[in-house]
């Protein structure tokens, strides 16, 4: 069994400059980039996730109550749905889109090039016989935690890393570790 790192949505709209900027979101990018350009992080795996949003109904508002609608972001076909340039050059060995037509907040929600059909995630662990992953990214209280919760709920021992995460609300992040300890996920 092998151990893999999730990055969740290390985008251009969850970073300083985006359309739904996060603050800290340009210094994990460059934390992540880091961590990952000496072997791997010593990960057998690298996985991303990544907003993919074609139309995702309420999910998108002009008066968005920033809990389960917000500003459009991650628009197929724009900038804002790239990676962040500090990831560039990572080799994912796959990237799971989510919420083409939905709001998608885990990266279990996703498959393999965002269409129905493709592999998801959990069968993609699976596959690798992968028992523990690591979890990172954007934002700690909202796709971070959905992930982390999925992973565990899946039966995969789950560790977030905290010090490569970034949060929308950081008042939100006492409960989210609740949530996580309760869980039996790992804190790092």
């Not at 739904?20 to 992540?32: E, P």
């Not at 907040?105 to 992953?133: C, I, K, M, P, Q």
Request: glycine share 10%.
């Amino acid at each position: 069994m092998f151990s893999t790192l999730i990055v969740v949505d290390v985008q251009q709209d969850f970073c300083e400059g985006g359309s739904l900027g996060v603050a800290g979101g340009n210094d994990v990018a460059a934390r992540i980039a880091e961590l990952l350009a000496d072997d791997r992080g010593g990960y057998a795996n690298v996985l991303a996730s990544r907003d993919h949003h074609i139309d995702p109904g309420a999910h998108f508002s002009d008066q968005p109550d920033f809990v389960d609608s917000w500003p459009p972001h991650c628009v197929v076909g724009t900038p804002g749905q790239d990676f962040h340039p500090a990831l560039a050059d990572v080799e994912f060995d796959a990237v799971f889109d989510k919420g083409s037509y939905s709001a998608a907040y885990s990266a279990f929600e996703g498959t393999v090039g965002g269409h129905e059909g493709g592999e998801n995630l959990v069968d993609w662990l699976l596959r690798h016989r992968v028992s523990h992953v690591d979890v990172v990214g954007i934002a700690t209280d909202h796709c971070v935690r959905a992930t982390a919760l999925d992973a565990t709920s899946e039966g995969f021992t789950t560790t977030v890393r905290m010090d490569l995460t970034a949060a929308v609300d950081p008042a939100r992040v006492p409960a989210v570790l609740q949530e996580f300890e309760a869980a039996g996920i790992r804190v790092r």
